[in-house]
């Protein structure tokens, strides 16, 4: 089974500074990884995803998270952050073998200030 | 826009009824995912249809029921409702079932149980 730790609940910042949002993960086996952005009222959408190769995934509206499989983490950053990336994110974990299960953390609420 | 649709927006019942909310893919798509997200539990993987047959269960009541119908869309049967069932339920959606393939998202289902 697996498990996702998102390490902070809610980080605020101030527009045009970089943000990091942190998840740490948990498996026996190996895993494929997303991060998801939930905009007030919406569903989710996929930013990026982690599926093999290069450690370093570039995702929509400038994000990027890196894969670090030693310390079990994926964290997703962004230079420069704007009012518009206001949002909850989610990081979430599917074991690479099998049916795609997500397994969601429990989401980080990005607030951005002017 | 998704592509992924889900009726009704919201939906408010009382303690032990039943209601069935109701999910159309986007065109294309094999998969039928259902998500419940609530305030104490966070994301959730419910069950997973590809092409009319079930292919995953998460953590899914007994109470809670789905199918997936020949023109693909699904729907989810939750019966003798509790006040805890109250929650918002997302569809998901994805051209195969596969780990690595993208879940596209509906705007959900708004569930009040009272």
């Known amino acids: 089974a697996q498990s996702v730790t998102q390490l902070d609940s809610q980080v605020p910042v101030f527009e045009e500074a970089p943000v990091e949002l942190r998840c740490n993960y948990s498996?026996?086996?190996?895993?494929?990884l997303f991060w998801y952005v939930q905009y007030p009222n919406q569903g989710l959408q996929l930013l990026l995803k982690y599926l093999s190769g290069s450690t370093l995934v570039k995702g929509i509206n400038g994000f990027e998270a890196e894969f670090n499989k030693s310390q079990t983490s994926f964290h997703l950053r962004k230079p420069s952050v704007h009012i518009s990336d206001t949002a909850e994110y989610f990081c979430?974990?599917?074991?690479?073998?099998?049916?795609?299960?997500?397994?969601f953390g429990q989401g980080t609420r990005l607030t951005i200030n002017p | 826009d998704s592509g992924v649709t889900q009726t009704p927006k919201h939906l408010i019942t009382a303690t032990g009824q039943r209601v069935t909310l109701r999910c159309s893919p986007r065109?294309?798509?094999?998969?039928v995912y259902w998500y419940q997200q609530s305030l104490d539990q966070g994301l959730q993987f419910l069950i997973q249809?590809?092409?009319?047959?079930?292919?995953a269960k998460g953590n899914i009541l007994e109470r809670f029921s789905a199918q997936q119908f020949p023109d693909l869309h699904s729907e989810l049967n939750l019966s003798s409702l509790e006040l805890g069932d109250s929650a918002l339920y997302f569809c998901?959606?994805?051209?195969?079932?596969?780990?690595?393939?993208?879940?596209?998202f509906g705007p959900g289902t708004r569930l009040l149980v009272l």
């Open positions: 998901a959606s994805s051209v195969e079932g596969t780990p690595w393939k993208t879940q596209y």
């Open positions: 498996s026996s086996v190996s895993v494929y």
């Open positions: 979430a974990v599917s074991g690479a073998q099998g049916a795609q299960k997500l397994v």
């Open positions: 249809y590809y092409n009319g047959e079930e292919r």
């Open positions: 065109s294309g798509d094999l998969s």
